[in-house]
């Protein structure tokens, strides 16, 4: 920050030094003589502006808004001017981040209560020139990543931009898929509750990204589209021992474009309408093969029987922000076909393929109070979803049963130190308790910040 | 490729030639005529840079203008820059002789993230706030959601100029 | 092996690389010469072929509970014989992240490859009785296809003993390592995972009821799946102590302090400090296990169907397994020395019980999964619904299928 601050005063400085240049020279030097008596009076004008700003800042109540001082935020920037924003722009380079950690209570079993430094990010993004640019985002989770701890360090997304126009580009590389509402904004200051909820962790799989090409843009009547083709999750992946299958069936065979299996290609697509400020309506789907081909990847006889086997996972969703209120409401669903035969090796295994897992939610959020920069959100959310909901029938019943649908209640508090950094509570009431995948009431604590 | 994906890909066809008349951004002189379309006059003022101030990080020096209608004054033109998520936002913001905002464009908008804030829906929200206005996201104006780093530095620089204005423009003969 | 071993080995190999170009004797041909030559032997009657029969799925033609062999091939031996079929995904012995003991050839994983496996038989009194690579040379040099090692590993590879038994069982392991005969994948069940036959109603449920952590568990050591389209071969490679039964067939066990404990010794001695490893073996493929003739490192059971029964009623009724003491309690798991008879595993599916209550299996579940292990039989012939190790599929070399 302290080179792109340095780097952005010089630019200020040529600005000024360009400033004449720009205006009417005959107009300049008729105004000159009035402009140095307003620099006078601008002058003594800032200096009582800055006594403002140094005065005591209001604590317990907040002045009507048109007495306060002008704010000077970290929004603020020195403006270059319109001649040095090219300048401004071209080989930039900016790092941003965001934190978050969780301390986990189960209400029934405290000695599994949990203390987690459940990520940390640094995202760059560099600027080649105007149009081009790449975005990178690094990750460590669990604070520590080896052969032996738990943690993992990943690369979160990698791809290059390029902007065709101000209104739509192209990118390519290891993306966010723009499915749901929480996947590509999911830093922890963006969402309500200690951890992200389950619909968007358990049917959409966290932070869930490909590798390939994309198109974006929005319109002026309010629509943002986004298409891509990119890489596929691989079923050939699944683990029927496992139960990372039942916990988000798509999360189990995601590829994360580590050393992808990329004979199977998906495409995705998302429209969203956002043309009546507050508003956002829309949804998005993911589709292709998953089954890459995975009965060629060894010598000798086929021996898996879903290379043809496909993913369908849709989405639609609404968010009505105005005001204190934030209301969302999300509902997904996602199959996957020919899992009959996959499964029927599977007989008896714990987590076999679903053909079908759906979840949603419906949120409700109040700003209940606000000052300065700080406010506390207080939020209801329900959720309901199912990571089988439906196995492909077999033989002689020996079928599995559709899972139960879990439904989650959960209340909490967001506390905003600063619309950047973040303290949460929240309590989570399970319909059942699911000790396989660690489901069962509890409290949770949790810190987040973004910068 | 096999025909179940010619209707999906055909739709992202048609979605980009649909916008394939891409947006452009304004030049300074055009938001200026687009704002104030019989005005006679464009007189910059107080861009003069107090150079004893460059050295502070967060400095802050829009380029303003005092918009003319003959002897008339007809508003007032600014032209600022906020960071959207880690790039800068160029805007400009348009009062009239009262003080009322008439016009928000985004002059150059340099990262995609965000980029809603472009839309005309958004910044209609801003028409005829004036410093007496919150002028604060999740207030009077509304949220872009997932753009909401570049919709909340926006609204701080929209509302920092109205108070400008109010404290140090409003009172000039 | 010694580096100038290693060194000369290497040229060996780039030698028989070049040889097997021209169709020559190739160093997996005369593997096999090997494999089924009994003048290798000291008593002229005892080649690898014996114990390990193609015809068995390279396993015992008999029922003893262990082989007899020596000079008068009248020695016995120490423990049961193991299939050598579906050896190549196995990995030299070590220990996982999570201490688990894992891979290794042999049933203590005293061996870390095939070179290393075929060492013992070859020398040992018990079985070709070669005693010494010297002995084993002589024999060797003496070989009807004693012009084609030369030819293939140097003419004077007969004069370093250490280094002719070396490529002689380098030779071994490169036929076990490439002839499809190893490694078929041809049973019933690979016909049924690559979806060209269906198994039958009872096999099905064998199947589920093998894979069921509240079953059989079987699947838990010895997995019926393997994650991306490889076929399975039923086992992870992993050590497990079961508390078999101690069997009074072997004769070293009429020595009351003799206790064969695995991996803790006798026969390997590098973990001998480990005593919570005492008693541990690996676990082997269930491929063809219904062609046994015995059962267990220790060959003490001798039928299939009693090889379940005592894995679902080990706990819930010991009496029909074990001794009683001088006092009537029952000696549960007495071929471990007394002391050491915590390392059994008692935690899993299907141990967990006590005594009197329901056994993870019933009779008829039993059945059930007997009928599904008969399909991880070599040799399946879909026309007669029958399976024959001895059936599958020769002449196709050089398929490394894994």
Same mark, same amino acid.
């Given at each position: 920050m302290q080179h792109r601050m340095l780097a952005l005063a010089i630019a200020t400085c040529c600005a000024a030094l360009a400033l004449p240049a720009r205006a009417d020279e005959a107009a300049l030097k008729a105004e000159v003589d009035a402009l140095r008596a307003e620099v006078a009076a601008l002058k003594a004008e800032v200096q009582q502006i800055h006594a403002a700003q140094s005065a005591p800042a209001p604590v317990a109540q907040a002045k009507p808004v048109s007495q306060q001082p002008i704010a000077v935020t970290d929004a603020a920037a020195p403006n270059p001017g319109r001649s040095m924003s090219d300048a401004a722009t071209a080989n930039t380079t900016s790092l941003w981040g965001y934190g978050q950690i969780d301390y986990n209570h189960p209400t029934a079993r405290a000695a599994d209560a949990r203390a987690d430094l459940t990520r940390a990010v640094i995202g760059f993004d560099h600027g080649f020139n105007d149009t081009t640019r790449v975005y990178g985002e690094l990750e460590w989770e669990h604070a520590i990543a080896s052969a032996s701890d738990a943690g993992e360090s990943e690369v979160e997304q990698l791809f290059i931009e390029h902007a065709l126009a101000p209104n739509y580009g192209v990118r390519a590389g290891l993306m966010l898929v723009p499915i749901g509402l929480l996947n590509e904004h999911h830093e922890p200051t963006q969402f309500y509750g200690v951890e992200r909820n389950f619909v968007e962790q358990a049917i959409i799989p966290s932070t869930w990204r490909e590798g390939g090409v994309a198109g974006y843009g929005n319109t002026d009547s309010g629509f943002q589209w986004d298409i891509g083709l990119v890489t596929s999750p691989n079923l050939g992946k699944w683990d029927p021992t496992s139960p990372d299958g039942r916990e988000s069936p798509l999360g189990a065979i995601h590829q994360e474009m580590q050393l992808a299996k990329a004979h199977d290609l998906s495409l995705w697509a998302r429209l969203n309408w956002l043309g009546v400020p507050g508003l956002n309506v829309g949804g998005a789907m993911f589709a292709g093969k998953i089954g890459q081909d995975t009965s060629k990847q060894f010598e000798g006889d086929a021996n898996f029987p879903a290379d043809n086997s496909r993913l369908l996972l849709g989405e639609a969703h609404v968010r009505w922000q105005s005001g204190p209120w934030d209301f969302t409401a999300l509902y997904t669903r996602g199959t996957i076909s020919d899992t009959q035969d996959l499964n029927l090796g599977f007989l008896g295994q714990p987590t076999p393929v679903p053909k079908a897992f759906w979840g949603g939610y419906a949120q409700a959020a109040w700003k209940a109070l606000a000052w300065n920069q700080s406010s506390v959100v207080l939020f209801l959310r329900y959720e309901a979803f199912n990571t089988g909901a439906a196995y492909a029938t077999q033989p002689q019943g020996l079928g599995t049963p559709p899972l139960p649908t879990q439904r989650v209640l959960t209340a909490g508090i967001n506390y905003y130190l600063n619309p950047n950094v973040v303290f949460k509570f929240d309590y989570q009431d399970f319909r059942y308790d699911d000790p396989v995948l660690d489901y069962g009431n509890r409290f949770d604590l949790g810190i987040g910040f973004q910068f | 490729m096999q025909a179940r994906w010619l209707l999906p890909v055909g739709i992202g066809a048609t979605v980009v030639v649909q916008v394939a008349h891409a947006a452009q951004y304004m030049s300074v002189e055009q938001a200026?005529?687009?704002?104030?379309?019989?005005?006679?006059?464009?007189?910059?003022?107080?861009?003069?840079?107090?150079?004893?101030?460059?050295?502070?990080?967060?400095?802050?020096?829009?380029?303003?203008?005092?918009?003319?209608?003959?002897?008339?004054?007809?508003?007032?033109?600014?032209?600022?820059?906020?960071?959207?998520?880690?790039?800068?936002?160029?805007?400009?913001?348009?009062?009239?002789?009262?003080?009322?905002?008439?016009?928000?464009?985004?002059?150059?908008?340099?990262?995609?993230?965000?980029?809603?804030?472009r839309l005309a829906a958004w910044r209609n929200q801003f028409r005829d706030k004036t410093s007496a206005d919150p002028v604060a996201l999740d207030r009077d104006i509304r949220n872009i959601s997932g753009a909401t780093l570049s919709c909340r530095h926006l609204t701080q620089g929209v509302h920092r100029l109205l108070q400008l204005y109010s404290h140090v423009l409003a009172a000039k003969p | 092996m010694t580096k100038t071993t290693a060194t000369r080995l290497a040229a060996f190999v780039l030698a028989a690389a070049s040889a097997t170009a021209l169709a020559a004797p190739t160093p997996a041909s005369l593997g096999e010469a090997i494999f089924r030559d009994t003048s290798l032997s000291s008593s002229g009657r005892m080649a690898c072929s014996t114990c390990h029969d193609p015809a068995r799925a390279h396993a015992q033609d008999n029922d003893l509970s262990v082989q007899l062999g020596g000079a008068d091939m009248a020695t016995p031996g120490f423990r049961a014989v193991p299939s050598l079929r579906y050896m190549n995904p196995n990995m030299p012995f070590f220990f996982a992240n999570d201490g688990t003991p894992t891979g290794g050839f042999t049933r203590d994983g005293g061996a870390n490859d095939l070179i290393a496996q075929a060492h013992t038989p070859i020398l040992a009194a018990h079985e070709m009785d070669n005693i010494d690579a010297a002995g084993f040379a002589a024999r060797l040099g003496a070989a009807a296809y004693a012009d084609d090692f030369r030819a293939?590993?140097?003419?004077?590879?007969?004069?370093?003993?250490?280094?002719?038994?070396?490529?002689?069982? =380098?030779?071994?392991?490169?036929?076990?390592?490439?002839?499809?005969?190893?490694? +078929?994948?041809?049973?019933?069940? #690979?016909? *049924?995972?690559?979806?060209?036959?269906?198994?039958?109603?009872?096999?099905?449920?064998?199947?589920?009821?093998?894979?069921?952590?509240?079953?059989?568990?079987?699947?838990?050591?010895?997995?019926?799946?393997?994650?991306?389209?490889?076929?399975?071969?039923?086992?992870? =490679?992993?050590?497990?102590?079961?508390?078999?039964?101690?069997?009074?067939?072997? +004769?070293?066990?009429?020595?009351? #302090?003799? *206790?064969?404990?695995g991996l803790c010794g006798p026969f390997r001695m590098d973990l001998a400090a480990r005593t919570d490893l005492c008693g541990q073996f690996k676990v082997p493929t269930l491929r063809n296990v219904a062609t046994r003739h015995v059962f267990f490192h220790n060959g003490y059971f001798h039928d299939l169907k009693t090889a379940i029964e005592f894995y679902v009623q080990r706990d819930t009724n010991p009496s029909r397994w074990y001794p009683f003491d001088a006092d009537g309690r029952v000696r549960k798991f007495d071929d471990i020395p007394s002391l050491l008879a915590r390392n059994v595993n008692t935690s899993e599916a299907p141990y967990d019980r006590k005594p009197g209550q329901a056994p993870a299996l019933s009779d008829a579940e039993i059945d059930d999964v007997v009928a599904f292990l008969k399909t991880l039989t070599d040799g399946y012939d879909p026309i007669t619904d029958s399976a024959d190790p001895a059936r599958s599929a020769r002449g196709v070399k050089s398929v490394d299928k894994l």
């Open positions: - | 200026q005529r687009a704002a104030f379309a019989s005005a006679t006059r464009f007189e910059p003022i107080a861009a003069t840079i107090d150079a004893a101030a460059l050295g502070v990080a967060d400095s802050w020096k829009p380029l303003i203008w005092r918009v003319w209608n003959g002897n008339a004054t007809a508003g007032w033109f600014f032209e600022d820059a906020v960071i959207g998520k880690s790039e800068l936002i160029t805007y400009s913001l348009a009062l009239d002789a009262s003080g009322k905002v008439t016009k928000l464009e985004i002059l150059d908008y340099r990262e995609s993230h965000g980029g809603e804030v | 293939l590993f140097g003419a004077d590879v007969f004069a370093n003993p250490d280094l002719a038994l070396l490529v002689a069982e =380098y030779a071994l392991s490169e036929y076990q390592r490439t002839d499809a005969e190893f490694h +078929p994948f041809d049973s019933k069940f #690979d016909l *049924f995972l690559q979806r060209k036959i269906m198994l039958s109603p009872q096999e099905l449920r064998g199947l589920a009821l093998f894979n069921r952590k509240d079953k059989g568990n079987c699947a838990a050591c010895h997995p019926s799946t393997s994650v991306g389209g490889q076929p399975p071969v039923f086992t992870d =490679y992993t050590y497990d102590n079961l508390g078999v039964p101690r069997n009074p067939q072997i +004769p070293a066990n009429a020595d009351a #302090d003799y *206790f064969d404990m």
